[in-house]
């Protein structure tokens, strides 16, 4: 019998049978009717005891079992019952941790999903300008190649290098972002130092394309990561010159409020399409409007900076009207 393999189970039946026989006895030392009366309690006790210990081991083998199929991946079983004890209340807990189980399940196979996907943009991002380096360095080993295209394509190669690099190091501090070893500092700047700050490497090429940029900011102080939140401010300041043509405006502008600090920036650009607008935030995500350079990282990269500090970005846009871009950093985190 299976309940004999159990030693708990064999020296708990030792016992009793011991002290049931002691009893016994001194029982019919007694009186012959004690002695009866204590062998048919001991007895009774004795079956009470196995019919009891018996159902608990065919309910802990039903719990193993369920485990067992759990661990193959049946994540839908439900093991819980409506009665009282505590086996039921163990059968309501492992229950508790199958649904944690299938929802981490899901969770882990989303993204995997997502990272092979991000892996084969990655490699398609890199593909492209490497596949074109390569047909120009073959072309630059021609001897009768002019000197104006071979610096046509020393050139190209250069900017080819240039997006090569500005794609690895965007997404090292993505990766960077997502594993959370990034350390978001709690420093405080005026909110037209950081403005200007964000500002500064994007001037020239705003000025090359003839783009008006006029900054509106008082002398509210934010807190936050200046090196990291001024990265997420450049990234939507780029997005918002390369969708503003010639000759467009771009307003910076911030603004009090006593729950949080806000910076806005809007411009008159061509806009976001309506179908875009649930998207932009999404890594890789190319809207219509893209432009062929454009890999999708910026505006995730950005609004990941600010979630991690406890902010947020709010869009709102419009086709051929432009697009606004509403940054908030919560002041009641510390």
Partial sequence: MFLLRNKEFKYISILIVFFSAVMTILGFLLRPWAGILVMI??????????LYTKKRHEQISKLSEYLRRISSGEYSLDIRDNEEGEL??????IYKVTLMLSEYNEQLKNEKHLLSNQMADISHQLRTPLTSMMVMVDLLQDQQLSQEKRQQFTSQIHTQLERIEWLVSSLLKMSRLDAGVVSMKRERIEARRLIDKAL?????PMELKGINCTVDANKEIITCDIKWTSEALI???KNCMEHTPSGGHIQ?????NPLYSEIIISDNGEGIPKEDLPHIFTRFYRGKNA???????GLAMSYSILRIQNGDILVSSKEGEGTRFAIRLYKSVV
């Fill in 41 to 50: 309690t001991a007895l009774s006790l004795s079956i009470v005891f196995f």
């Fill in 88 to 93: 039921s209340i163990l059968k309501s807990e």
């Fill in 200 to 204: 500064e490497p994007l001037l020239i």
């Fill in 235 to 237: 990234n939507l300041l």
């Fill in 252 to 256: 910076v502008e911030a603004k009090y």
């Fill in 291 to 297: 432009s062929p350079d454009s890999v999708g990282i």
